[in-house]
Nanobody
């Protein structure tokens, strides 16, 4: 079993920045990839960014503004979010992809308001 815990969400004005963290624990299984997803009220969950052995991939709406990274020594992931806009408001979820399956965190709220 892998525990996934997100942190770093909050309130920010348009144009601001936030850095989300994703801490994993509970198992020595290799985390093959990590991903960030978000879900806004009334909308389906969408991919924000993923990072595996092949490098990062981003959703079209965040390219050039968000950066995903990983610290493999600590099995921790990060999402640096710059130039935030109201449409980025959502609950952001971290996912850890392993050979045992995919593990999700509970999410962290990001609210961008004018």
């Amino acid at each position: 079993q892998v525990q996934v815990v997100e942190s770093g969400g909050g309130l920010v004005q348009p144009g601001g920045s936030l850095r989300l963290s994703c801490a994993t624990s509970g198992s020595t299984v290799r985390i093959n990839a990590m991903g960030w997803y978000r879900q806004a009220p009334g909308k389906q969950r969408e991919v924000v960014a993923t990072m595996g052995d092949g490098g990062p991939n981003y959703g079209d709406s965040v390219k050039g503004r968000f950066t995903i990274s990983r610290d493999n020594t600590q099995n921790t992931g990060y999402l640096q979010m710059n130039s935030l806009q109201p449409e980025d408001t959502a609950v952001y979820y971290c996912a850890a992809f392993t050979a045992w399956g995919t593990y999700w965190g509970q999410g962290t709220q990001v609210t961008v308001f004018a």
